[in-house]
């Protein structure tokens, strides 16, 4: 049982080159995400979907797309990088279910991206 | 603005010594809540979780953590401290499919 995966782990893109990053979960959950991590800021959230179609946009979304494939997949496209996008991004999923014991988030180990 | 709260950014403190870090998050209704902890060059890995019933809920590690409704509040204890807990610590909120992270708190545990 893999859990969460996420490719590449490392990045390095020059400014105004594209890229999408691939997350990948089996464990049949509805939802997924996709964050960012940056020193002092904690783990901010670019966009989730709550169910297979759907997407929502989080707490800095500016600068992303994300596409939500079938109900495994869930990738994150940067159009145009800039150099403030570099970060650790981390996908995560979970059942969605709120009250009971088994929602909880699996993480993926995450994509270091340096955009130079 | 974020919608959960972690009161400290840095806590240090010698080994055998108590830990306390605030969460306060500030959505209305049914909530799951969480701690991660994420060990320097890690992914996260979850604590401890609390989804209903008992306010006060026990992790792995030693951790603990209780919920106060009233208080919107959901902090995390440990009654003795280790140098293996130096880590950097979050506490997050489901509510409506959203999950949201706090900012974190660093921990540093001296020998």
């Known amino acids: 049982n893999a859990g969460v995966t996420q490719t590449p782990k490392f990045q390095v893109l020059k400014t105004g080159q594209s890229m999408t990053l691939q997350c990948a979960q089996d464990m049949n959950h509805n939802s997924m995400y996709w964050y960012r991590q940056d020193p002092g800021m904690g783990l901010r959230l670019i966009y989730y979907s709550a169910s297979e179609g759907t997407t929502d946009k989080g707490e800095v979304p500016n600068g992303y797309n994300v596409s939500r494939l079938n109900k495994r997949e869930f990738s994150l496209r940067l159009e145009s990088a800039a150099p403030s996008q570099t970060s650790v991004y981390f996908c995560a999923s979970n059942d969605g279910v709120l009250g009971q014991p088994n929602t909880e988030a699996f993480f993926g180990q995450g994509t270091r991206l340096t955009v130079v | 603005a974020q919608s959960v709260s972690q009161h400290n950014h840095h806590v240090i403190l010698s080994e055998a010594a108590s830990l306390e870090l605030g969460c306060n998050y500030s959505?209305?209704?049914?909530?799951?809540l969480f701690w991660y902890v994420q060990y320097p060059g890690q992914h996260l890995q979850l604590l401890l979780k609390?989804?209903?019933?008992?306010?006060l809920v026990k992790g792995i590690k030693g951790f603990e953590a209780e919920f106060i409704k009233s208080k919107f509040s959901f902090n995390l204890r440990k009654p003795s401290v280790q140098w293996s807990d130096t880590a950097e610590y979050f506490c997050?909120?489901?509510?409506?499919?959203?999950?949201?992270f706090g900012a974190g708190t660093t921990v540093t545990v001296r020998a």
């Open positions: 997050a909120v489901i509510n409506d499919s959203k999950l949201s």
């Open positions: 959505y209305g209704g049914t909530v799951n």
């Open positions: 609390y989804f209903s019933g008992d306010p």
